[in-house]
């Protein structure tokens, strides 16, 4: 059995391309759910998380999750930027529909670096980084609910984690038929199976570069959770070791795995940007 796929982002279209996103989020795009099937997150809990608006040249938006690497970068999905103009990323927020982000950086294009070799017809190596050098972040001020999420190391194979708890938050939409992303950050803690069991599935679209996640009681990723890490604990400390990509095109309720990009094979390429001035 081969099944269609569905990558997670959600697209909007906004019907102003004047609007400022600010104005998008309040106005134009309707914020109600959640990640399905997903647990409330603590206001404390995932101060990694970036909320991501990008838009296209076709003028529609797309909302994405990002994790902050360090101060001056943040990593993210290569499918969410196709075709992309301008985004904005919001720092330090849970709420997208309350609460002022404490940090916002409206980016260019030019700032977004997808890996040389995606291939967006396979999603094959689906990751890239922004570059916030503009406007780094400030770890400091522990009231701006701002940190920074290391990155599991380059030894960490695909088969360690088998078995391991990963938890993934999201704004993306909680249900297969509310086009909405959610308000508040929410998360599930999901099984990380096999590659063979995720190939079963999606067929020659799994390598060793992705991650499965089990999905199970309809709790899944969903559109507007792309891009998002999924954390792990190894040894008391928590690491991000994957990148939502993509999904089951039938549905984010029907217990379909989620494919991630596996972050170990892509270490040295993340490092010779990050580090490189
Ligand atoms: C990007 O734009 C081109 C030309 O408008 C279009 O053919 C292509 O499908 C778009 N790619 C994606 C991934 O949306
Ligand atoms: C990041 O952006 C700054 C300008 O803000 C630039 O000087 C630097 O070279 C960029 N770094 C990378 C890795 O693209």
Redesign the pocket.
């Given at each position: 059995m081969s099944l269609k796929f569905l990558l997670f982002f959600l697209t909007f279209s906004i019907c102003s391309y004047a609007l400022k996103f600010d104005t998008i989020s309040q106005s134009s795009l309707k914020f109600n759910r959640k990640i399905a099937g997903g647990t409330k997150a603590e206001r404390n809990e995932f101060l990694y998380k970036c909320a991501l608006y990008i838009t296209k040249?076709t003028e529609e938006l797309n909302f994405c999750s990002g994790s902050i690497i360090s101060d001056r970068f943040v990593i993210s999905a290569a499918h969410c930027f196709?075709?992309i103009t301008t985004g904005v990323i919001f720092a330090g927020v849970h709420n997208l529909k309350e609460e002022e982000a404490p940090y916002d950086y409206d980016f260019e294009v030019t700032d977004v670096i997808l890996h040389e070799e995606y291939d967006?017809s396979t999603y094959l190596n689906d990751i890239a980084l922004i570059n916030v050098t503009a406007y780094p972040f400030d770890f400091t001020n522990s009231k701006n609910f701002i940190q920074k999420i290391q990155i599991v190391t380059e030894l960490i194979s695909n088969d360690n984690l088998v078995g391991m708890i990963g938890r993934i938050a999201g704004w993306g939409q909680t249900t297969d038929e509310n086009r909405e992303i959610s308000n508040e950050l929410l998360y599930i803690d999901a099984e990380i199976i096999d590659l063979y069991n995720c190939k079963v599935i999606f067929g020659n679209k799994i390598r060793s570069t992705n991650l499965c996640l089990k999905s199970d009681d309809s709790r899944s990723t969903c559109q507007g959770d792309s891009g998002g890490g999924l954390q792990v604990t190894i040894n008391g400390e928590n690491f991000i070791v994957a990148l939502v990509s993509f999904g089951a095109e039938d549905g984010c309720e029907k217990n379909y795995p989620v494919v991630f990009t596996f972050l170990p094979p892509y270490f040295k390429w993340i490092n010779s940007i990050v580090n490189r001035d």
């Open positions: 040249i196709s075709n967006a």
